[in-house]
């Protein structure tokens, strides 16, 4: 029995030094846990020759030879390398399963995922490639002994040798392959942003910006905004409801092929066509379309440092409230009534950890017979998030079959994936037509309308990408076109000086982007105020036409 001991616990007992050590790390980094970039470069390159496919990962060996040189100290080099592996193997995961590039974007992201999001994309394929290609790994440099130098002239000496020679190796592929990396790299810069792992970089920058950087001086916008009274004497009740995840090109209301709308259809929704998003993900698109930077101007900070479109709304005097099903208002509602659906008052609706959107309706009742005056209350729905787009929406609302009920979405068939999908399009369909009936119930009371736009859309496999979160630079038009909607009723156009036609038109014809909805969400209000661009606001052509 000692002896088995013995034998098993030997490879882990192995003694080397320092560079050694490094080598053997640099090695796993460039040939496993950047097959992704490394074929990516392959598929890229316009040579079949051996040689530069080689090339690939003995370039990057050679660049974490230098990294991890770096980070070569006593009591550091072994805890870094063992959590950086750890870590590495989620991005590995991502990578090979969905395609997905960790730059600034999506590390923004992560960190503002909730726990019941990211509990999503946990799934039995997720966990084996982290235990084999993350806690095996990792155990194992954990475990390995490293040899201290005889003494520190020579540690230092190593080290440098290390250096040179990985100098060496990069220039020599340089001067190789040079021609054939610059045509790839020229065409392709996202690359730089596929290596694994360039997430560290990306997540100290977010926490320099986020939590060591002083925060902006507030600017306060809107703070002349009025509300002229309705000519009926009525206050306005406008429901915007923010999307999570839908794709324009999904929508039959876009011409999709599929009934993707059946329950607000007939209630007379105008349907905007063209439509680009601020952003491919929740944490960039949702504080970015209620801004009045633009895409183009847009920074976290100097949106976290002045008012968005709802607090201009506010300084009218309406009263706000944001209702959030999907993980957090982006810090939208900072200034007025936030509120959180509780999981525990709708347990036959909420499970693991999230709740069916129908769990919405019931809340606007609640809050219109709470409050006086004009309301804009804004709903953030869990819409089609995916990867376990299975539990959006209930089994009975299933309208495509057959779906695929699993978050390893890679096991499923390219058509259960979008029959899934579109289960979830359908039912935000069903959840819109709730909302709708329930503010016709006001009409006696208020000036009732709704808006609906989605935050980014989702790739579904085209081109071997899934989920969002790519750069917008290099994102598919599946992450970068939303839907938006407006339901008027006569009553609120005729109040509102809104020409349903004009508007109509508009949708059909017009481009459009989230640059537009911090304008266009003040007036489809009716609020005026100095800080409003009229040129952006889309009900503004409409109004003009009706005088």
Known sequence: ??????????????????????AMVAGYFSLVLN?????????????????FVASSPLLLFFCFIIVFTLFSLPFVLKPFTVILTLLSSLAFYAAMKYNVMFDYGMVENIFET?????????????????????LIPAIYFGTVIVKKAESPLRAILERVVAVVAALLGIALIALLFYKDYASVGRNNSYLNKMINPAFVYN??????????????????????????PAPNGKPNLVVLVVGETARAMNYHYNGYRRDTNPYTEGMGLIAFQHVTSCGTSTAVSVPCMFSNMGRQGYSKARASSRDNAMDVIGHAGVNLSWVDNDGGDKGIAKHF???????????????????????LPPMLDQLVESTEGSQLIAFHIMGSHGPTYYRRYPREKARFLPDCPRSDIEHCSDEQIVNTYDNT?????????????????????????????????????????????????????????????????????AQNSIDRACLSASAKNGEYSHNNVFHTLIGFFGVTTQDKNDALDITSQCHKMMS
Not at 475 to 485: G, K
Request: net charge negative.
């Open 203 to 228: 997540a100290f920058k977010y926490a320099k910006r986020n939590y060591f950087t002083e925060p902006l001086v507030y600017q306060p916008l809107g703070e002349d905004a009025k509300l002229p």
């Open 1 to 22: 029995m000692t002896t088995l001991t013995a034998i098993l616990s030997k490879p882990f007992r192995a003694e080397v030094g320092v560079t050694a050590y490094i």
């Open 35 to 51: 097959l992704p970039v490394t074929s990516k470069i392959y598929q890229l390159s316009a040579t079949d020759s051996l040689f």
């Open 114 to 134: 909730n726990p019941g999001e990211a509990a999503s994309y946990i799934s039995l394929s997720s966990v084996l490639y982290f235990v084999f290609a993350g």
């Open 337 to 359: 009534r936030l509120l959180e659906v509780d999981h525990t008052a709708h347990r036959n609706l909420c499970q693991d950890g999230a709740c069916y959107d129908e769990v």
């Open 425 to 493: 399009i359908a039912y935000t369909d069903f959840v819109l037509a709730e909302m709708i009936n329930k503010l016709k119930t006001y009409q006696d009371r208020y000036n009732v309308a709704l808006m609906y736009i989605s935050d980014h859309g989702e790739s579904l496999g085209e081109n071997g990408i899934y989920l969002h979160g790519t750069p917008f630079a290099f994102a598919p038009r599946e992450q970068t076109q939303v839907p938006w909607l407006l339901w008027i009723p006569e009553q609120y156009a």
